[in-house]
């Protein structure tokens, strides 16, 4: 019944969770070889989460100040990889012959939280995310925040 559902609906939307591994990228090209739908009325969501931003006391443990030279690069890092995952995940979809269309996504906080979050306010009708090889049942209890 749900597959009846989902090919009589007229839009489809994707969420795919990237991030920098390389199971993540598989996980894409398999999203785009196995969910590509013959029809245009589907949204492939690219979606990264930036960890949140750190709160730093005016000292570390250390005792030594952080100067904003030093919070400021840790910034430009996070966007550079934000970008740098965002671009390989585009590759990957240019190469692709699938006729979805693309939006990109960076979200900042808990992975999890923020997967979540998002699939619900964008209506995602399949959430597509990498495994990092834990297998099904620690994949399944990670992914259901219990470890």
């Not at 930036?50 to 919070?71: H, N, Q, R, T, W």
């Amino acid at each position: 019944m749900e597959e009846e559902l989902m090919m009589t609906k007229e839009h489809r939307k994707v969420l795919m969770a990237v991030d920098e591994s390389e199971e993540s990228m598989y996980a894409l090209t398999w999203c785009l070889r196995n969910l590509a739908f013959q029809t245009s009325n589907t949204t492939l969501l690219l979606l990264y989460v930036k960890p949140p931003p750190p709160v730093y006391s005016s000292l570390d443990a250390a005792g030594y100040l952080f100067g904003k030279d030093v919070i400021s690069a840790i910034e430009d890092y996070n966007k550079e990889l934000a970008d740098s995952v965002m671009d390989r995940a585009e590759a990957i979809y240019r190469n692709s012959t699938t006729p979805m269309k693309l939006e990109k996504k960076i979200g900042s906080g808990d992975a999890k939280d923020v997967i979540c979050e998002t699939v619900e306010r964008l209506g995602a009708d399949i959430l597509v995310m990498g495994c990092h090889g834990y297998g099904f049942f620690k994949s399944s209890l990670i992914c259901a925040g219990l470890f």
